[in-house]
């Protein structure tokens, strides 16, 4: 195919050298629309880029929330567990005395 090409660029046959612009045409517009589909593609992966980095973004965003509501429900729970103490020993403290009593007054009967 090479030494086709030579030979048509050498001689003087203006149908080959016709033949060969025509084939220089087509492979110009054929990288014409490479190139724009390059081009294209490359948009296309910004946008694809740009998408990407807003999720991790908000990924981000959304992974500190979430550090802040187990925070703030590990806080509840402990406020919770004091305040259930703080109930049980005067309950604990009248089932004692009302124990006492029940056999302060079983042993008088």
Not at 18 to 33: P, Q, R, T
Request: glycine residues 2%; aromatic residues 0%; proline residues 1%.
């Amino acid at each position: 195919m090479y030494n086709k090409i030579r030979t048509i660029l050498r001689g003087d046959n203006s149908m080959d050298k016709e033949v060969l612009k025509m084939m220089s045409e087509m492979l110009d517009s054929k990288l014409g629309a490479l190139d724009s589909k390059l081009d294209n593609n490359a948009m296309l992966l910004e946008k694809l880029k740009t998408k990407v980095d807003k999720n991790a973004l908000e990924i981000e965003t959304i992974n500190n929330k979430l550090e802040i509501i187990a925070e703030v429900q590990q806080n509840i729970m402990e406020q919770t567990q004091i305040q259930i103490q703080e109930i049980m020993e005067p309950l604990c403290e009248d089932v004692s005395l009302i124990k006492g009593a029940i056999k302060h007054i079983s042993n008088e009967v």
